[in-house]
């Protein structure tokens, strides 16, 4: 199990930008795969962006050209940046974690560890 914890929510404007964080332990294991899902009120958790140990990244096409996922250099924090926000990326998003590289990084259920989500608003 890998701890994450999320910062950098809050309240944006339509067309703005954002940059959430994920804070988590140095880790372990060699194969791995990170990722930031979001989930709506009434809506079920999807998965936004992935990032694997080897730096590749997928991406939703709701998002493509808009979000970056990225981790610092010491890989202790995963980050979101968003640009371009639209009404509909307001979500709590949440960061996770499986060890092994995904084949279908976007399905919720194959992760292990979950931070307790931030919370992205967006106002048009």
């Known amino acids: 199990v890998v701890q994450l914890v999320e910062s950098g929510g809050g309240s944006v404007q339509a067309g703005g930008s954002l940059r959430l964080s994920c804070a988590h332990a140095?880790?372990?294991?060699?194969?791995?795969?990170l990722a930031w899902f979001r989930q709506a009120p009434g809506n079920e958790r999807e998965g936004v962006a992935a990032?694997?140990?080897?730096?590749?990244?997928v991406y939703a096409d709701s998002v493509k050209g808009r979000f970056t996922i990225s981790q610092d250099r010491s890989k202790i924090t995963l980050y979101l940046q968003m640009n371009n926000v639209k009404p509909e990326d307001a979500a709590m998003y949440y960061c996770?974690?499986?060890?092994?590289?995904?084949?279908?990084?976007?399905?919720?259920?194959?992760?292990?560890?979950w931070g307790q989500g931030t919370q992205v608003s967006v106002s048009s």
């Open positions: 140095k880790i372990s294991y060699a194969f791995y795969t």
């Open positions: 996770a974690f499986r060890y092994g590289a995904l084949r279908y990084p976007s399905e919720a259920n194959q992760y292990s560890s």
């Open positions: 990032l694997y140990d080897d730096g590749t990244t």
